[in-house]
Each structure stands twice: as structure tokens, then as C-alpha cells.
């Protein structure tokens, strides 16, 4: 298996493409819904070109703290977005995942947004980038079970973790 | 306290240490049961132990003789919800745009009136 896994999600909002984008390419905005539940995010950086840094600083509900930083490569102005995902330590040097030895170290992230009506739908996809094989496995396999009830599970999460 | 969820992750970034919370997943085991597995000697396996139990990750079990080792519960509540995060990460943060999106009627940042 050589393919690069490839993880896929869409959503229709009910808003115009332009609120969308604002949305997207505020920071304020931004900062009001990007990031996991049950996090406290803070955006540290956001230089909206190719070659831009978007840095965040995101906390747990227990108190630890991780940082991200996104590269943009591309801006389509509402229509494409694109950036090479990963997390970093606090100065913004790229850094791996520190809770997952296995999880790729930068993903590339196409958002594609399209007016629907009134409404707007965006496109995302996820996937690895110079992955070895293991990280390609690892992220498939994580992806994969994004709607099973996994969170209950040590064995599972066990299994996520060895990889 | 990030300094305990450093050791976790620490503890964690090694791949006979994550073995070893694989097997304790299964049921509680003694260094004697954990070293015929990884093929390493005795005094290794007790410095993995050692810092997976100083990362509160696992803990030692009654029986003072043999003292078997168990996966700790909750010990690894932060990597899961890590993990979790990221892998929800999409899925959580459209919920929440969708929600920003029904709230926030024009962007305030640009003063339209409502039409």
C-alpha cells in the first residue's frame, strides 16, 4: 500500500460564501469556533499569504497545553484555501504531535468553499505529508474510527498509541 | 500541572513503554510476565516501569511478592483527549462555526446595518 490516506469531510452552513470566508480569514472569527471541544484556543499568529503563518496556542481541560502552526500555500480568495498542518513548540519550530509518536508530522489541508443558494459548502481534506508508511497507517486507522465510540476504550486507544 | 503531563508524554514517546501499556491494557502483569515478550533483561523492563509509574500511567498491584503492575485509571485521560481533539478536530470545529454562524447576524467588525 502506497497511497497516502486521505481523510475527506464537508458541511453546508447556512450562511452566504463571503460570511464563510470571513469566517475563515479573520482571526477574530476564526478564533471564536477553530479548534477540538473542550479546548481554550488563542490565536498567536495569522498572515493570510502564501507562506503565512497561522499559530495557535490551544489548552486541554486539564491544564496542558499544545502548540500548532499552519503554513499556508495557497489563497483563493472564497474559494480555496490551503496549508501544511502541524503542531510546534512555543517558539513555532515544528514539532510532532508530543501524545502521538505515530501521528504524521504536517498534513496538507485543502479547504474548498462554493456558494449553494443562500447557503455555503465547504470541503476539507487531510492528508499526510512525506508520511512513512507507519504515520500513513496510523493516521488511516485514526481517521477511520472518527464516528466510533472510542473514546471509552483503553484497549483502543492503547492500540492508536503502539500504532 | 503541565510538568505531570510532560512525564506522560515523555513515558509515552517510547515504543516498548507504549508495548508495555498495550499488554497492562489486557490485564495486570509482573516484570518477570512483561520481559519474556520484549526480549529485554530485567533491570531494563523495571526502568521502563519505574517511569511509566512515575507518569502516573500505571501503578503497582497488592500482591507485595510478585508486585504485578495495572494500567492506572484515568492515567492516560490527557493523551486521549488529545487525541480525541485531533481526530474530532473538523467535525467539532464545523459544530461550532455553524453555531458562530447563527449567532453572529453581520460581522460586527464591518458595521453594516441589517438589511
Known amino acids: 500500500m502506497t497511497d497516502t490516506p486521505r481523510f475527506t469531510t464537508s458541511r453546508r452552513f447556512a450562511a452566504p460564501l463571503p460570511r464563510v470566508w470571513a469566517a475563515w480569514t479573520d482571526p477574530d472569527q476564526l478564533a471564536a469556533w477553530f479548534g477540538p471541544k473542550g479546548t481554550a484556543g488563542s490565536i498567536l499568529a495569522y498572515d493570510l499569504r502564501p507562506g503565512g503563518e497561522w499559530r495557535g496556542r490551544m489548552e486541554g481541560p486539564d491544564g496542558s497545553v499544545m502548540f500548532s502552526k499552519f503554513v499556508f500555500r495557497e489563497i483563493e480568495r472564497e474559494r480555496r484555501l490551503v496549508w501544511v498542518h502541524g503542531f510546534a513548540d512555543a517558539e513555532g519550530n515544528r514539532a510532532r504531535a508530543p501524545f502521538a509518536a505515530l501521528f504524521p508530522l504536517e498534513l496538507l489541508t485543502t479547504v474548498l468553499f462554493s456558494a449553494a443558494g443562500d447557503e455555503t459548502l465547504v470541503e476539507l481534506s487531510w492528508e499526510p505529508i512525506d508520511a512513512s508508511p507507519e504515520e500513513c497507517a496510523f493516521f488511516a486507522e485514526m481517521m477511520a474510527s472518527m464516528t466510533g465510540g472510542w473514546a471509552g476504550s483503553f484497549d483502543q486507544l492503547d492500540e492508536f498509541l503502539v500504532g | ?115
Open chain 2, 1 to 115: 500541572m503541565e510538568n505531570a503531563i510532560d512525564l506522560k508524554f515523555a513515558a509515552l514517546a517510547d515504543p516498548v513503554r507504549r508495548g508495555i501499556l498495550a499488554r497492562l491494557a489486557r490485564g495486570e502483569a509482573t516484570v518477570r510476565e512483561l520481559q519474556a515478550p520484549f526480549g529485554i533483561s530485567q533491570p531494563a523492563i523495571s526502568r521502563h516501569l519505574k517511569l511509566l509509574e512515575q507518569a502516573g500511567l500505571i501503578e503497582g498491584g497488592r500482591a507485595a511478592q510478585s508486585r504485578p503492575r495495572r494500567l492506572k485509571p484515568d492515567g492516560l485521560d490527557e493523551a486521549r483527549q488529545w487525541l480525541d481533539g485531533l481526530r474530532t478536530l473538523w467535525c467539532d470545529s464545523f459544530d461550532r462555526l455553524d453555531d458562530f454562524l447563527g449567532q453572529s447576524p453581520q460581522s460586527s467588525a464591518s458595521g453594516d446595518p441589517m438589511p
